[in-house]
């Protein structure tokens, strides 16, 4: 199985928007707020995490993509200092 991984480069893109919240991938993408999952789909990072604590709540969705529900990898923490 494939890791869930933070992008850094626009060419690893499978999609360019985000599914969830419909932001533009190709802008995030400099922040380091966009995450690809094992099952290849990308999200904006910050929708991806509040969709995956809901998520979480529930026994038959638990650690699966919010799209396609496929189960997914451990996904990596991003900590940011302000």
Do not use: W
Not at 23 to 36: G, H, M, P, Q, S
């Amino acid at each position: 199985m494939k890791k869930c991984e933070i992008l850094k480069s626009a060419s690893e893109l499978t999609n360019r928007e985000c599914l969830i919240s419909h932001t533009d991938l190709t802008c995030e993408i400099r922040n380091n707020n966009v995450i690809k999952l094992s099952c290849g789909h990308c999200f904006y990072y910050p929708s991806f995490v509040k969709s995956y604590l809901i998520n979480n709540g529930n026994l038959y969705s638990y650690r699966k993509c919010p799209y396609c529900m496929q189960h997914i990898s451990i996904v990596p923490v991003v900590i940011k200092k302000t």
